[in-house]
């Protein structure tokens, strides 16, 4: 027998076994579709109702138990975005912050700058040293409009209740005049970088005076309700 008259021979052996295997995959098919009409044929109509109404009910129960699982895919989604744009936002606005703070010396070097000239000798100055005194002053209030575009904001809070959160108590001014914990003095700006610290003030605190009413901004008397 040749090579090719076998191989025919095996080609005809496969199709009659896809064949046999198709047929009793179709006979299975009949058998349990038979089986499945004699066992409906067998219940009473109430029978057939009744599994009918738990087939739906189970399909309900998959149907929401699926949509309760979509449900909680997307709000975990929604949530998930809502963390990364704040987290992109305060990325942004907060990214700054290492930066801002080291330029602020240069901002406290300008004012002890100009605060060693004297009103007077601003009044009696030269055209050389009123022209220094005038850059110097035009360089702070540039400095304080850049930092304020980037929501760098500076802090004078004399006259408002001493705050450990924003303020640093560098010393206690004996003041029976003020409620006790005003901030008087102010030894360093504090600055703000959006809602956040950037720098504390460093403040001397009122002592002495009557209690500041807890609800109290800026300092009031309250000497009268004492």
Known sequence: MSDETRKIDELKNQAADIDMSETGAQD???????????????????????ALLQENQDLRD???AAKDRMLRVAADM?????????????ARQYAISNFARDV???GDNLDRAISTVSDEEKENAGTTLAALVEGVEMTGREMVRVFAKHGVTKEE???????PNRHQAMFEVPDASVSSGTVVQVMQAGYMLGDRVLRPAMVGVAKG?????????????TEDEA
């Open 28 to 50: 299975e098919a009949a058998a349990n579709s038979a089986s499945e009409a004699a066992d409906t044929a067998q219940r009473s109509p109430e029978e057939v109702i009744d």
């Open 78 to 90: 929604e949530n998930l975005r809502r963390r990364t744009q704040r987290d992109v936002a305060d």
């Open 104 to 106: 602020l010396s240069i």
């Open 62 to 64: 998959e149907k929401d």
């Open 209 to 221: 005076g009557p209690k500041m009413s807890p609800k109290a901004g800026p300092a009031e008397d």
């Open 157 to 163: 809070p004399v006259g408002q209740k001493f705050d």
